[in-house]
């Protein structure tokens, strides 16, 4: 069924799925008492006419709501927000921004957007009108519902996301600078270090990715070996960068082929490298040096050395150009990337060549 391009009533969605007015309300209030089949019937026909069900006499009105959904996706290994200071360090920058520009900001947290459960209830929050538009955080790259709510017309704000084929007004992005791997590698080139891990992020986000492919051409660009065993997958949180770092170095401590330093995708997997090496009896930085990147303060020893971002500036950015959006307001820019710098502490020094 093509969509159309007039707002209907829920009197009108009722009739073209055969149904009651009191039916269509059940759907859209998530009442258990709907057989599937009536359901999918109501929804499907909701989605293919864009119906958004208001929730008070302002907003069918036209007038905004003044609210912003702050949709926050955790990753498998994190079992609340609490456990992930960077998310709620977030969390925080996001609601300030917003609370700058006098907007209130609903917050939902999912465990995935896989699970077609958790599809609908964010679909449902922005199908109602509640919201004037959503940020999201910890999506993957290119997600299938992040293009389905701007295809549909929703104002979306996303942090660590970016399609440069996409130039449409109502998807907003803020990025970390592009070519934070190479800054970080000429660093320990300049230090001395031709023996150079990695280890990587979640290959699903782009910041990630971005770091990976920037770490790797910059070894490359110096002739430097890329070996498959001085490289791995560790997430993005402590514990599993902890793990991931365990395994490389017991391997590598046993066969007496070890490098000189270790870049890791962030800081909290730096963290988890740092007691890795501890429990391997591997000492930083005499033995290997270690960088992270983000810039979030830890209480290690020795200090790590980072390449920070002003997580102001990076949500700021993105919720003032979210809100241009919501306004209308032209000359808005749809993504842009925050710049950063070194920080050079303790944790790297010269070796020999």
């Known amino acids: 069924m093509k969509k159309s391009n007039k707002k209907l009533t829920s009197s009108q969605i009722a009739q073209l799925a055969g149904v009651s007015r009191s039916t269509v309300s059940r759907v859209i209030n998530n009442y258990s008492n709907v057989p599937e089949a009536t359901y999918n019937r109501v929804i499907n026909i909701i989605k293919e006419n864009n119906y958004y069900p208001h929730l008070s006499g302002q907003l069918l009105a036209g007038k905004k709501s003044k609210t912003i959904g702050f949709f926050w996706v955790k990753e498998k290994n994190c079992n609340s927000i609490a456990e992930d200071q960077l998310s709620g360090s977030y969390l925080v920058q996001v609601i300030e921004a917003a609370a700058r520009a006098n907007y209130l900001m609903l917050t939902c947290i999912v465990e995935n957007l896989v699970d077609k459960?958790?599809?609908?209830?964010?679909?449902?929050?922005?199908?109602?009108?509640?919201?004037?538009?959503?940020?999201?955080?910890?999506?993957?790259?290119?997600?299938p519902l992040i293009n389905e709510l701007v295809t549909n017309?929703?104002?979306?704000?996303?942090?660590?996301?970016?399609?440069?084929?996409?130039?449409?007004?109502?998807?907003?992005?803020?990025?970390?600078?592009?070519?934070?791997?190479?800054?970080?590698?000429?660093?320990?080139?300049?230090?001395?270090?031709?023996?150079?891990?990695?280890?990587?992020?979640?290959?699903?986000?782009?910041?990630?990715?971005?770091?990976?492919?920037?770490?790797?051409?910059?070894?490359?660009?110096?002739?430097?070996?890329?070996?498959?065993?001085?490289?791995?997958?560790?997430?993005?949180?402590?514990?599993?960068?902890?793990?991931?770092?365990?395994?490389?170095?017991?391997?590598?401590?046993?066969?007496?082929?070890?490098?000189?330093?270790?870049?890791?995708?962030?800081?909290?997997?730096?963290?988890?490298?740092?007691?890795?090496?501890?429990?391997?009896?591997?000492?930083?930085?005499?033995?290997?040096?270690?960088?992270?990147?983000?810039?979030?303060?830890?209480?290690?020893?020795?200090?790590?050395?980072?390449?920070?971002f002003d997580y102001y500036k990076v949500f700021n950015s993105l919720i003032t150009r979210t809100i241009a959006a919501i306004e209308n307001k032209s000359q808005n820019l749809t993504t842009e990337f925050i710049n950063g710098g070194l920080i050079v502490r303790d944790s790297c020094c010269c070796v020999d060549l």
């Not at 459960?117 to 004037?132: E, H, L, P, T, W």
């Not at 997997?269 to 501890?278: K, S």
């Open 117 to 143: 459960k958790n599809v609908d209830y964010i679909s449902k929050i922005f199908m109602q009108g509640r919201i004037d538009a959503g940020i999201f955080i910890g999506v993957n790259n290119n997600e």
């Open 153 to 308: 017309g929703h104002i979306i704000g996303v942090f660590d996301y970016y399609n440069p084929k996409s130039t449409v007004y109502n998807l907003i992005s803020v990025n970390y600078e592009q070519d934070v791997g190479n800054k970080i590698i000429e660093y320990l080139y300049n230090l001395g270090h031709r023996k150079i891990a990695l280890i990587h992020g979640n290959p699903s986000r782009y910041s990630s990715e971005n770091r990976k492919q920037s770490f790797l051409s910059t070894l490359q660009k110096y002739n430097l070996p890329i070996k498959n065993e001085w490289q791995a997958i560790g997430g993005i949180y402590e514990q599993t960068g902890y793990e991931t770092a365990k395994e490389m170095f017991r391997k590598l401590k046993s066969q007496s082929n070890m490098p000189t330093a270790i870049c890791a995708t962030n800081d909290a997997v730096a963290f988890g490298v740092y007691q890795a090496l501890q429990g391997l009896d591997i000492k930083i930085p005499q033995q290997i040096s270690v960088t992270g990147i983000d810039g979030h303060s830890h209480n290690v020893t020795p200090a790590l050395t980072t390449y920070a």
